[in-house]
């Protein structure tokens, strides 16, 4: 947990250096599908939509979570280094499993892109396959 030098306590923010990046894959995992009724739930991680589509191709999967912005997540979390790790290996399981058979290949924007290779320079890569 990153320390605030002057106050002592734990920050569990992110830092600026890189929250432009962190908000582009956080953006990009938010599906922006609405709750609904449905039949069966299965957890599953935001892009794992792939992984679903891929086995059960004949189901209409819909991914939905509970709305929370960046901050409070990280906050909820307690760790903002884990959030960033996540966000970068999901980013990256992304290519990798449809690479692999296991999911269907999903669109990934330049920007989206960009901002992974840089958090992923900057040492946030502990969760990366």
């Known amino acids: 947990m990153l320390m605030d030098r002057q106050a002592a306590v734990p920050t569990r923010a992110l830092p600026d250096e890189?929250?432009?990046d962190v908000e582009?894959?956080?953006?990009?995992?938010?599906?922006?599908h609405e709750l609904r009724p449905c039949d069966v739930g299965i957890g599953l991680g935001s892009h794992?939509?792939?992984?679903?589509?891929?086995m059960w191709p004949e189901v209409d999967v819909v991914c939905a979570s509970n709305p929370l912005d960046?901050?409070?997540?990280?906050?909820?979390?307690?760790?903002?280094?884990?959030v960033v790790d996540?966000?970068?290996?999901?980013?990256?399981?992304i290519?990798?499993?449809a690479e692999r058979g296991f999911a269907v290949p999903q669109e990934m924007p330049d920007e989206v892109r960009t901002a992974f290779e840089r958090l992923v320079a900057a040492?946030?890569?502990?969760?990366?396959?």
Do not use: C, F, K, N
């Open 95 to 97: 290519e990798v499993y």
């Open 70 to 82: 960046l901050d409070d997540y990280v906050s909820s979390i307690g760790d903002p280094r884990r």
């Open 48 to 54: 794992d939509l792939g992984v679903a589509v891929m």
């Open 86 to 93: 996540m966000l970068v290996g999901d980013t990256q399981r």
């Open 123 to 129: 040492g946030y890569a502990s969760r990366l396959i």
């Open 24 to 32: 582009t894959l956080w953006r990009y995992h938010d599906m922006r």
């Open 18 to 20: 890189i929250r432009a």
